[in-house]
């Protein structure tokens, strides 16, 4: 089962527009650690680049 998506963007009218991908199978994002560029954490030790119009993965990092 694929984990339930918890960064997602909404438009102004309410419509889901993307949710974010995730950088492994089981994973979730748990800080935001910039906004200009979007950056996230995942719990298993990845910062994520993540582009604010698509919700895809850029580029990410192992950090630990």
Partial sequence: MPPN???VAYSYEGHLVWEAEFPSDVDY????SSQHPL??????????EIDPQTGKI???????
């Fill in 5 to 7: 998506k918890n960064l």
């Fill in 29 to 32: 994002y748990y800080r935001i």
């Fill in 39 to 48: 950056r996230v954490n995942s719990f298993s030790s990845f910062r994520c």
């Fill in 58 to 64: 850029l580029g990410k990092e192992f950090y630990k």
